[in-house]
């Protein structure tokens, strides 16, 4: 059974976007191998599918919270993959912070204050 990604915690990132068309095919949780599949306090990752083309994205959701006011900072990382083994090869292999360093291609990046934008690399930012 396959929802809407908008209902899943990472739904604020697609919100006015192309990727609206995007379901959750796995959800990894929030470890793998003892290690984090999130940067900063929280979080966890999600395969997701286009339902347009095809195309699956390895979703990586992660919050900091830093805010008393409750004005948590949310990032989101969107790494293009062929399948399920690629993402839990990532999943395997890389804890977030790992991920977004050594992963070889460009991937999508949302926070809460900016505009989507696709990442080479760290240098990016």
Known sequence: MTMELSILPTGYFIRNSPLTIIVSVTDYGDTCNKHPLYTWDDGH???V???NCGGYALVQFSEFHAFSDGNDSYYC???PVSGAEEAEQLNRDFDGYQIEEKF???YLVRDNNDAPHWMRDMTDY
């Open 104 to 106: 070889q291609g460009k």
């Open 49 to 51: 599918r286009c339902k």
């Open 45 to 47: 990752r999600t395969l």
């Open 77 to 79: 990382d969107m790494f």
